[in-house]
């Protein structure tokens, strides 16, 4: 099956991943990463919630949730030219407007012109609640599994310190979208959590929901 036809359904749980338009660059420098990921904010936290993230150089992975349509309501149509009325917002269009928005201004700051992302995000739905735990350990860990860094937990674009930071009681909270405190539950606890991403992930229990 192409999953980049595969609709995004409320209430269902997705792998997103992405990579550079044949294998391009996606985030040359700190302020892309922090950039693209207030755009996220913008466009996806309104439509589902998400559990866990890695942005690499050339590729990205997400584990999200739509959400049910009376959790993100309405908003106004940003695109829209006629007069702005309430409209139920579309997740993949949300998807297409972060990555349309992000393009745009990378080209601008780089002189570059043309197609940044390759055509079509993946989306493999995740009916399994067997693969949650395994998958999101398998997204921590890729900047490792790809060379980036020696140890994971060095990577700064990721969503692993940000949960470790507010699910180990160990110093202060920090403010973040992601939903840490549903993701230690499936992890049964901190400590879980934390061992199941000391060992590198059988990629083989969770075929179904990775790039083909």
Known sequence: MNTTRIPLSPGQFYHIYNRGNNGETLFREERNYRYFLTLYAQYIEPVADTFAYCLLRNHFHF????????????????????????????????????????????????????????DRFQRKPVTNYAYFVTLIAYIHRNPQKHNFVNDFRD????????????????????PTHIQWQTVITWFDGPEPFLETHQYAVNESLIVDVLEK
């Open 155 to 174: 990577w700064p674009y990721s969503s692993y310190n940000a949960i470790v930071r507010n699910a180990v009681p160990v110093g202060n909270r920090i």
């Open 63 to 118: 584990f999200i949730r739509i959400k049910d349509h009376q959790e993100h309501g309405s908003s106004k149509e940003p695109c829209s030219s006629e007069p702005r009325s309430l409209v139920s917002l579309d997740p993949s269009k949300q998807f297409a407007r972060l990555f349309g928005t992000y393009t745009k201004a990378f080209n601008k700051a780089y002189q570059r012109n043309g197609r940044l992302f390759s």
